[in-house]
């Protein structure tokens, strides 16, 4: 019987909410172990999760089951549900709308797992705007500036990493 193969490497890259730094050092570990559990439960293989106190990339082998849109939908709800229920922040915790995702050939795989687990080294040199607008930059997408994330506080200082 003839199988369905595929080979589908996303790299997903979302903010919180007006781009406060709100991801504690102390517990983001565990927000991202929350989120590689999600990818697992919808079948799909996390590769890699990092970020900084403002914004997460999340690296994923994709099966075309699975649309990125609803895999991102289901991570951002989810965590931030399971941020709220921790009581880890003062109010409410959301994710800002919209995400970036970027595909990637598998010769790459070795790259982009690099760039993000060094995310806080990166992001001392470079601010999240200045990234994001790379990714667009070098992946050839149109965009209008006022559809971006929030780009308030945009600068991350090393303690907050």
């Known amino acids: 019987m003839p199988g369905t193969f ?6 997903a890259v979302f903010a919180v909410k007006g781009r406060e730094n709100l991801l504690d ?10 989120m590689a559990g999600i990818i697992k ?5 996390p590769i890699i999760i990092n970020g900084v106190a403002d914004h997460v990339h999340v690296f994923v082998g994709l099966r ?3 649309a990125v849109s609803d895999l991102i939908r289901d991570i951002k709800n989810n965590s931030s549900n399971f ?4 009581k880890w922040v003062k109010g409410k915790f959301s994710w800002q709308e919209g995400y970036g ?7 790459q795989i070795e790259n982009v797992y690099n760039y993000i687990l060094n995310q806080e080294e990166h992001h001392r040199k470079k601010t999240f705007r200045e990234e994001y607008l790379e990714f667009l930059k ?7 500036e006022k559809y971006l994330f929030e780009w308030i506080g ?8």
């Open 83 to 86: 941020i709220n229920e921790k």
């Open 64 to 66: 075309p089951v699975m």
């Open 41 to 45: 439960n919808k079948g799909q293989k």
């Open 154 to 161: 945009d600068c991350v200082t090393p303690s907050e990493l």
């Open 25 to 34: 050092k102390k517990w983001r570990g565990d927000v991202f172990k929350y």
């Open 138 to 144: 070098n992946f050839n997408i149109e965009y209008e």
């Open 6 to 11: 595929s080979q589908i490497y996303i790299q």
């Open 101 to 107: 995702s970027f595909s990637y050939s598998h010769s």
